[in-house]
């Protein structure tokens, strides 16, 4: 099984379907999506900069993001029964054990799932150039738990050419 994390900053691609189903159809194994959240983890981030949510509740709030995110995943990629969009607030109220702050994002969270799950693989699709600073401050802790290959994907450029960032 294979953790395939879909960046936020990908939800504007306005051809997100296409280059997302072409990548996951060249993956042979189950998936689990881990979506980002995309805009509304960014709203939830200004709220709690405005208003002082707190860490517990910024947190969840952000969580509940990636599940919105999710269910637009799902309208976007086929009806594979190999593809499993992941609810991550129900993943992680059972299997949270990652701190509460701005410095865990859905790519941590990735890592922690790819973790837990024993995944294959973990890829991470993203919207920039590839490298250790794509990823949120917390990752490299997060991926530390995993032993399979980390993968990061430019997914706006073609992705012909992937980089093995961490083995």
Same mark, same amino acid.
Not at 21 to 47: E, S
Not at 61 to 74: C, E, I, P, T
């Given at each position: 099984?294979?953790?395939?994390?879909?960046?936020?900053?990908?939800?504007?691609?306005?051809?997100?379907r296409?280059?997302?189903?072409?990548?996951?159809?060249?993956?042979?194994?189950?998936?689990?999506?881990?979506?980002?959240?995309?805009?509304? #983890?960014? #709203?939830?981030?200004?709220?709690?900069?405005?208003h002082?949510? &707190?860490?517990?509740?910024?947190?969840?709030?952000?969580?509940?993001?990636?599940?919105? #995110?999710?269910?637009?995943?799902?309208?976007?990629?086929?009806? $594979?029964t190999?593809?499993?969009?992941?609810?991550?607030?129900?993943?992680?109220?059972?299997?949270?054990?990652?701190?509460?702050?701005?410095? !865990?994002?859905?790519? $941590?969270?990735?890592?922690?799932?790819?973790?837990?799950?024993?995944?294959?693989?973990?890829?991470?699709?993203?919207?920039?150039?590839? &490298?250790?600073?794509?990823?949120?401050?917390?990752?490299?802790?997060?991926?530390?738990?995993?032993?399979?290959?980390?993968r990061?994907?430019?997914?706006?450029?073609?992705?012909? $050419? !992937?980089a093995? !960032?961490?083995?």
């Open positions: 099984m294979i953790v395939v994390k879909v960046g936020g900053s990908l939800y504007s691609l306005h051809n997100l296409e280059r997302l189903t072409k990548f996951l159809d060249t993956i042979d194994d189950d998936i689990v999506l881990v979506p980002g959240g995309g805009a509304a #983890a960014d #709203a939830v981030r200004g709220w709690d900069e405005v002082s949510l &707190g860490d517990d509740a910024a947190h969840w709030l952000a969580v509940r993001s990636m599940d919105l #995110a999710g269910d637009f995943l799902k309208l976007l990629i086929s009806n $594979s190999r593809i499993q969009v992941l609810r991550i607030e129900v993943f992680l109220r059972e299997h949270d054990t990652l701190p509460h702050t701005w410095h !865990v994002t859905s790519d $941590s969270i990735a890592a922690h799932v790819a973790s837990l799950m024993n995944a294959s693989n973990l890829i991470l699709l993203k919207s920039r150039s590839l &490298g250790h600073d794509a990823v949120d401050q917390y990752f490299s802790t997060a991926a530390s738990q995993l032993r399979c290959p980390i990061i994907v430019n997914l706006r450029e073609e992705f012909a $050419s !992937v093995t !960032v961490w083995d």
